[in-house]
């Protein structure tokens, strides 16, 4: 590697010995590497002659991010990028373990070497730090712009973390866009990515692919030896979300952030510091569904008792809307004629309530209450939508009167479309009416394009704004589940009333436009969900709406069984059964698994999984010795001889089956199933046949 004389952190953690090197002979090296505790993976930070920062990180002794270059370009100053000096580098090793508030896991390790370098510009005094945390699956660092008692303010032309991979890697990605992750996947070489010249299913009016070799992250992607990586970032705070432009000869990667109408990327202080980039390491596909990097690099709640912040599920006035079959906007006044029928009047939330209280749901959401929606989506108008004012068929006293007696919590539906600074004005009255009514939580949604005009979806200003309303409806006891917001960072664990987000191509798609592939499914774990739980709004019945192509395109794409295994294999806290209400009363046979499955879990083992194929979970519920799994793949058939092994040995489960029929398929036979049920414990192994875009859903559950 180098000549240079070189200080090894491998002989200070062999010995235990931590210490902080204020050195001279520091001075005169130009290298050092911090490794993880199992020394499986080595981070390398060295000084170049020209005094650039430039990392770079091995995994089982293979070069993975080949000389990083770090630092940034700032508006009308010198550049923070070369003639650094070292001052300081602080090590010291981490091994804590702490339970998240709800999850797939109870409890979590978080164990890895960690060090802090203080680098200084020679030429202008000016200091950056690096703070790094070097895991056994993986690595994250983050800048910090140390103060010394100053607060001068600054600002961030470009960051210039570059991430220079070793090989022309498959990666799974979308391309980027300031304002939506709403797209399909695509799987190519990293050297063939075209992102704006794919053709992408359209519904949405707001999509601008940034460039033809921007994408976003999470990238996740197999090396040409098989190994798996995945580029993210975690508690993305004060800051814009970060894609990455693609090099194709060189094969780099750079961070793009997301800038505001200026081209700016940020607005800083000294004192700050940037989110982690995080670098995930995987030796098994299915190994980076439990990597556990990105909470762990998340800071616990400010506050300790959330206990009102209750996992459930939930059920809507919404499926109808997206079918086309009633409407979001409701009479202006009393009597009104309407093209369609309104969706969330008085009569169906009630029924919505009555039927949540009867199937054990514990949260109730009405789209289309408020005045607003019969404006359209407005361009990008100033102001859209009243949170505090309901149409004259919805009468909130008696809905929160009725649910309060039916033990039913109710969701509040905020959408904006776009138009956010009117939202935050209406913000203080609208939750004062929640609490009032006694609403338990909130989803928002930012369809549309971002006023004040300029801002992106995932540019710093809304970020601000996600975290923002994370932070007030947690003061307020609610919790909050984001549509079109940035994707998720980890920050679940700081803020665990912010139970979910969409950020990214949920079920919807399947009622209004081309829909998910049947791999799409398969794909989201290893990519969007590396940051944090979805609402992908699952539980859809296949039932058949037409023929021919309508039937294929205009429902979801998966079999029935696949709807219900998804509760399973897609994370979220909260879940919706996004069903119609008559679907779920025609076949009580299927909705029992809905009806059981639970939100939050003591433990999660993915059983097998293959981005793009198929992914194999089994959870055990929360507090309780009961397990599930669920089983999906993509628009192949597969077979899998199911080992209960993580079952607790020696007990006895009734393992209910839903399976796919012989002769099922997403296409022809998307509501063939088969349920079954059957004695069985830690020995036993089930073979599962999956249908072409199919799934299996078990519960398992342990006799005394
Ligand atoms: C898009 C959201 O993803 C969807 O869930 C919601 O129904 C519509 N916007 C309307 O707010
Ligand atoms: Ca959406």
């Known amino acids: 590697m180098m000549s240079f004389p070189a200080i090894s952190f491998r002989i200070c953690l062999l010995t235990g010995f931590l210490a902080s090197f204020a050195l001279e002979p520091l001075r005169a090296s130009r290298f050092f590497n911090l490794f993880s505790p199992d020394l499986f993976v080595q981070f390398n930070i060295q000084l170049t002659a020209e005094g650039e920062i430039r990392y770079s990180v091995y995994a089982d002794k293979k070069t993975l991010i080949k000389q990083g270059k770090m630092g940034f370009h ?11 000096r070292w001052l300081s580098i602080d090590t010291s090793s981490v091994d804590e373990r702490w339970e998240p508030h709800w999850g797939e896991e109870r409890q979590l390790r978080k164990r890895c070497s960690r060090m802090v370098v203080q680098f200084e510009q020679t030429a202008t005094g000016k200091r950056l730090d690096l703070e790094c945390m070097v895991f056994n699956d993986g690595v994250g660092f983050r800048y910090h712009f140390p103060s010394s008692g100053r607060h001068e303010a600054f600002i961030l032309a470009d960051e210039l973390t570059s991430f ?15 304002d939506t992750n709403e797209y399909a996947y695509a799987l190519t070489p990293l050297s063939k990515v075209h992102a704006a010249k794919e053709v992408w299913p359209h519904g949405i009016g707001f999509r601008s692919p940034v460039s033809d070799s921007t ?9 040409p030896d098989g190994m798996w990586l995945s580029i993210h970032e975690a508690a993305l705070v004060n800051y814009p979300a970060m894609q990455l432009d693609i090099d194709r000869k060189e094969l780099g990667l750079k961070a793009h952030l997301v800038p505001d109408g200026l081209g700016n990327k940020a607005y800083l202080r000294l004192g700050d510091h940037t989110p982690w980039r995080v670098l995930l390491i995987a030796r098994r596909a299915s190994e980076l569904l439990t990597n ?4 762990h690099l998340n800071e616990d709640p400010p506050e300790t008792d959330c206990s009102w912040f209750k996992p459930g599920k939930y059920l809507g006035i919404w499926w109808e809307m997206h079918l086309g079959t009633h409407s ?35 949260y109730v959401l009405a789209e289309g209450w408020n005045r607003g929606w019969e404006h359209g989506d407005g361009g990008w108008s100033e102001r859209k939508f009243s949170f505090t004012e309901a149409y004259p068929d919805v009468d909130l006293p008696r809905i ?9 919590g109710l969701m509040m539906h905020h959408e904006t479309y776009g ?15 929640m609490e009032k009514l006694g609403y338990k939580g909130v989803k928002t949604g930012y369809v549309g394009r971002i006023v004040p005009r300029g801002e992106h979806h995932d540019g710093q200003w809304m970020v601000n704004h996600y975290l923002h309303l994370a932070q007030f409806t947690a003061l307020r006891k609610f919790f909050l589940v984001s549509h079109e917001s940035v994707r998720p960072t980890g920050l679940h664990r700081s803020y665990p009333n912010w139970f979910s987000c969409e950020a990214a191509r949920g079920n919807e798609f399947n009622a209004w436009s081309a829909g998910n592939p049947p791999e799409h499914e398969t794909i989201l774990p290893f990519t969007r969900l590396l940051g944090g739980p979805m609402d992908y709004t699952p539980g859809i019945f296949p039932v058949a709406a037409g023929s021919g192509d309508s039937l294929a395109l205009r429902r979801v794409h998966t079999t029935l069984c696949k709807q219900l295994a998804l509760y399973v294999t897609l994370y979220s806290p909260l879940q919706m059964a996004g069903g119609k209400l008559e679907d779920y009363e025609s076949h009580p046979g299927p909705f029992q698994f809905i009806r059981d499955v ?8 993915v059983l097998d999984a293959m981005p793009g194929d198929f992914v194999y979970t089994a959870r055990r519920k929360r507090g309780s010795g009961d397990w599930y799994v669920g089983m999906i793949t993509d628009e192949l058939a597969r077979k899998y001889p199911l080992r209960l092994d993580f079952l607790e040995p020696g007990r006895k489960y009734v393992a209910r089956m839903y399976a796919d029929a012989p002769d099922a398929h997403w296409q022809t036979r998307p509501m063939a199933y088969k349920i079954t049920e059957q004695t069985v414990d830690a020995r036993d192994v089930l073979n599962i046949r999956l249908a072409p875009g199919g799934g299996c859903a078990i519960s398992l559950k342990a006799e005394e």
């Not at 556990?292 to 909470?295: Q, T």
């Not at 409701?330 to 309530?353: C, K, Q, V, Y």
């Not at 929160?400 to 039913?408: H, L, M, R």
Request: a negative charge.
């Open 74 to 84: 700032l508006l009308g100053q010198a550049p923070l990028e070369k003639g650094f």
């Open 164 to 178: 220079p991979v070793t090989g022309d890697h498959d990666a799974f990605w979308i391309p980027g866009d300031y």
């Open 215 to 223: 994408v976003q992250t999470p990238l996740t992607m197999r090396t």
């Open 292 to 295: 556990r990097i990105i909470l």
């Open 328 to 362: 979001w906007a409701g009479p202006r006044s009393e009597g009104d004629s309407l093209a369609l029928p309104h969706g969330a009047t008085t009569g169906s939330m009630l029924r919505l309530i009555d039927f949540a209280a009867a199937n054990g749901f514990s």
């Open 400 to 408: 929160s009167e009725y649910a309060k007696d039916k033990g039913v």
């Open 419 to 433: 138009a956010v600074t009117d939202y935050e004005r209406q913000l203080p009255a609208a939750l004062d009416l």
């Open 598 to 605: 639970p939100t939050d879990w003591d433990s999660t083992v």
